[in-house]
Structure formats: structure tokens, C-alpha cells
């Protein structure tokens, strides 16, 4: 009688936390985390950053996920990004307040993401903050929910633009690029301080001739792609080579066959992109892994919400010209001998 009752006991205890188990609500205990996602570039004048809450809702998430209100505060954030100047006794000064208004941008197009399109609500400010290269400087975002008086912060440095690019030369008039088959072409420059990952692409602009008239158009191809290095102090000799056979393969890829249309090559442009710490060690997580193990750890440098606060800059080399070999090669290689140039 003694085991019986001992079973009895168990049984509806089993039976108590499986009828908890058909009730729990996964929805309880929902709390307001604000999501930001901003980059500073001294190279633009304008200053994007965007900021949403997370969302729970009874149903299903990829339908709340279409829905504006679903991500967006109902009421207007004040939102501003403090510029700071660190002096020789390590006092951090404020210099400069930029107040951050919204604007919609209506560019997002359905199948970016699951997330709602066109419209998306964006802080911004303008301001023209290269004269902050400086090391010294860096700049302090704050965003306050009015209604709870929640603060949100964050802070970031620059990644410095006046890092040297020794090949392809930027400081030689006229200087003419060539892309011969069989061959590789040298990138070679010094790391920025505060820089760890590097982005190299080459813009191939050029004029189009037809039935409508002339039209200047573009296009890019990426040569390099998320080249790391070991800090981000800056002053070291980085180098990477490229076959030239990918530049013919790039346009073959990109411009279609149009037999009503000639073309015309007017310059060639290399963009150097490089990220800041924090943006490597973003995308490192995010990146899809090699390994067995495909669980990371998230990142944030957020306080008090999540997402991701750097820096990044854009430098440009170029414009150069295109070798008689090269236009040359356009007119006779099997990938672009019929795209009219």
C-alpha cells in the first residue's frame, strides 16, 4: 500500500506540471529592449542611425515583423550624439552636440528582409565631422524614451581616412591602369588607426551610346573582402593581389548584350572600405561559421539596449585611366568582345 501511494503521489505531480505545461503563456514577462544600429563615417555629411524595439505578440512573429508599429516606438525619441575631445590630462570635453531629428526613407524593398518596406523610419543628423579625425575625439550617442525617461548610450571613435595607399599610386597625373589576362594587379597601403577589417572595390565607369541617347552608368566589383588585422593601431604594410581575369568576368557578369548600344570605358575608381573594432568583431559573430560549432556568443556595445554602435570610413583612389591594352582587350576577349566597346 506504502509503493502505491508513493506512485499515486508522483503520478499527480506529473500530472500538475503537465496541465501547467498546456497553459504557460510565452509571452509573459515581455520587456522593452531598444535596438540601434549606426555607423559614423567623417566622409558623409549625413548620419544614419537606426533605432527599434523589440516586439512579442501572440501569433506569428513574421507577420508583427511586417507591421511598422511592431518595431518602432510610438512616440519620438530624443536622440543625440555628443562629439568629445580627450585632452593630455585624459579629461573628456564636450565639443559639439548634434540633436538627431527622423526622416522616412522609402528605398527598402520587399525581399531586403522579412522586416516591413518601403518605408523605414531612420535619426539622423548632419553635421561634417572631419575635422575629427583626430584621434582624441569620439562621440557619445544618447537616446532617451521620453515616456519612461529610459536612457540608452553608446560611443564610438573614427576610423582615421588619411591612412596611404601605395598601389594602386593616387598621386600620379594621368596614370593609366591595365588588366592583362594571365596576370595578377598589386593592392598595397598602410592599416588606419582604429581600422580592422578592409573592403577594396573598383568602380569601372562608363558611358553608354544608343537610340536614346548618351547615359553614364556604373558598375562595381568586390576584389577584396574582410582582410583583418591583428589591432587596430594602424602604420602597417598591407598588401593582397587579384587576378585581372576577374575584371573581364565582373563585366561579362554586369553588363548585358545589347547590340543597339556602344560603350565607352571613362575611368576606373578603387574604394577602400575599412570598419572599426567594434564593426569586426559585429560581423565575426554574425558570420556564417566554418566550423562544427555553430553557435556564438552575440555581441553588443549598447548600453541598456542592444546592437551596435561603430565606425567606418570610405577612401577613394582614382579616378584613373584605362590602358590602350586593356580597351584593346574589351573589344577582343570572349566574355566582353560583344558588349559593344
Not at 98 to 110: G, L, Q, R, S, Y
Not at 122 to 148: A, V
Request: glycine share 6%; with cysteine; charged share 20%.
Amino acid at each position: 500500500m506504502r509503493y502505491f501511494r508513493l506512485l499515486f503521489l508522483l503520478l499527480l505531480t506529473s500530472s500538475v506540471f503537465i496541465s501547467c505545461n498546456k497553459e504557460l503563456n510565452v509571452n509573459a514577462g515581455w520587456k522593452d529592449i531598444t535596438v540601434v544600429y549606426g555607423l559614423l563615417d567623417q566622409t558623409d555629411s549625413i548620419h544614419y542611425i537606426k533605432i527599434t524595439k523589440a516586439f512579442l505578440g501572440e501569433g506569428n512573429a513574421l507577420q508583427f515583423a511586417k507591421i511598422a508599429d511592431s518595431s518602432n516606438y510610438p512616440d519620438k525619441l530624443e536622440v543625440t550624439i555628443g562629439e568629445y575631445y580627450v585632452n593630455v590630462s585624459k579629461d573628456s570635453i564636450l565639443k559639439n552636440t548634434f540633436p538627431c531629428d527622423t526622416v522616412m526613407i522609402h528605398d527598402k524593398e520587399k525581399g531586403d528582409s522579412i522586416f516591413y518596406y518601403p518605408d523605414q523610419l531612420m535619426y539622423y543628423f548632419i553635421g561634417n565631422i572631419e575635422h575629427s579625425k583626430d584621434s582624441n575625439f569620439f562621440y557619445k550617442l544618447n537616446i532617451r524614451e521620453k515616456k519612461t525617461n529610459k536612457v540608452i548610450r553608446s560611443s564610438s571613435g573614427l576610423v582615421d581616412n588619411k591612412f596611404s595607399v601605395e598601389k594602386p599610386p593616387n598621386n600620379i597625373p594621368m596614370f593609366q591602369v591595365n588588366f592583362l589576362p594571365g596576370a595578377k594587379t598589386q593592392l598595397k597601403w598602410t592599416s588606419a588607426r582604429n581600422g580592422r577589417r578592409y573592403q577594396v572595390s573598383m568602380r569601372l565607369l562608363y558611358m553608354e551610346t544608343g537610340p536614346s541617347g548618351k547615359d553614364s552608368t556604373w558598375i562595381s566589383w568586390v576584389v577584396l573582402n574582410n582582410m583583418q588585422t591583428d589591432d587596430d593601431k594602424g602604420g602597417k604594410i598591407m598588401e593582397y593581389y587579384f587576378l585581372n581575369d576577374g575584371f573581364y568576368g565582373m563585366i561579362h557578369a554586369q553588363i548585358k548584350f545589347n547590340p543597339n548600344v556602344t560603350r565607352a570605358v571613362r575611368k576606373i575608381e578603387y574604394v577602400f572600405s575599412v570598419g572599426s573594432d567594434n564593426l569586426n568583431t559585429y560581423m565575426e559573430v554574425t558570420e556564417p561559421s566554418n566550423s562544427i560549432v555553430q553557435e556564438r556568443p552575440a555581441f553588443s556595445n549598447i548600453d541598456n539596449g542592444i546592437g551596435l554602435f561603430a565606425s567606418r570610413t570610405n577612401k577613394v583612389i582614382g579616378p584613373f585611366r584605362l590602358g590602350l591594352e586593356t580597351v584593346n582587350q574589351l573589344r577582343t576577349n570572349p566574355l566582353t568582345k560583344d558588349l559593344g566597346f
